[in-house]
């Protein structure tokens, strides 16, 4: 059974400050990952995915996340946090299936002070 | 272009009305998507459409009906719903349902029901 988890309901940092948003994952098969972000009222937008390639994935706006497979973790980070960052963060699990069903995690809300 | 089109933004209706939400896409995708998404929380899978025949219908209700009329639309037909059924109805597409292909989410349709 494939199950995502997202370790921080909250998080809170301070603009130009480092941001980590933590993600496990469990899969019996290697599954794709994908970080999507959500800003209030608005749809899903794909920050980066990982699909078996490099396990340094960057993205758009800064981000990037590391893919361990050791330690099944998947964690967003981003070197200097702007103010633009504040918005909710998923992380999503494929299974290596053909059904199109993605695992969501519950989410985190990154908050950002000035 | 990773463009999803949904109409309308919002919507309010009544227990007793018949509405339809609509969504677009011109990327050439053969799997489209309808999720429900509460506040808080991660995006629901409703139904799955792949070369227009449904695919998935995750136990959903009667009073929602899609309609995949050709590869660019897709319809989501609503009637006689209830207040709980108010929420952020997000359309999404992608290449297959290949579990390494992205999902791309449209801005979604806020519906209220009175």
């Known amino acids: 059974a494939q199950s995502v988890t997202q370790l921080d309901s909250h998080v809170s940092v301070s603009e130009g400050t480092p941001v980590l948003l933590r993600c496990n994952y469990s899969?019996?098969?290697?599954?794709?990952l994908f970080w999507y972000v959500q800003h209030p009222n608005k749809g899903l937008q794909l920050l980066l995915k990982?699909?078996?390639?490099?396990?340094l994935v960057k993205g758009i706006n800064g981000f990037e996340a590391e893919f361990k497979k050791s330690e099944t973790s998947f964690h967003l980070t981003k070197p200097s946090a702007h103010m633009s960052d504040a918005a909710e963060y998923f992380c999503?699990?494929?299974?290596?299936?053909?059904?199109?069903?993605?695992?969501f995690g519950q989410g985190t809300t990154l908050q950002v002070k000035p | 272009d990773t463009e999803v089109t949904q109409t309308p933004k919002h919507l309010v209706m009544g227990m007793t009305n018949k509405k339809s939400l609509k969504c677009e896409q011109h990327?050439?995708?053969?799997?489209m998507y309808w999720y429900k998404q509460k506040a808080k929380k991660p995006p629901e899978l409703m139904f799955v459409?792949?070369?227009?025949?449904?695919?998935i219908n995750e136990s959903v209700p009667s009073r929602f009906s899609p309609e995949c009329p050709n590869s660019s639309l897709l319809n989501l037909h609503l009637h006689a719903l209830q207040p709980e059924d108010s929420a952020l109805y997000l359309c999404?597409?992608?290449?297959?349902?290949?579990?390494?292909?992205?999902?791309?989410f449209g801005p979604g349709t806020r519906l209220t029901v009175l």
């Open positions: 999404a597409s992608s290449q297959t349902l290949l579990g390494t292909d992205t999902q791309y």
């Open positions: 899969s019996s098969y290697s599954p794709s």
């Open positions: 990982y699909t078996s390639a490099a396990t």
């Open positions: 999503v699990v494929s299974p290596p299936s053909n059904t199109g069903k993605l695992i």
């Open positions: 990327m050439g995708h053969r799997a």
């Open positions: 459409y792949s070369y227009e025949k449904l695919s």
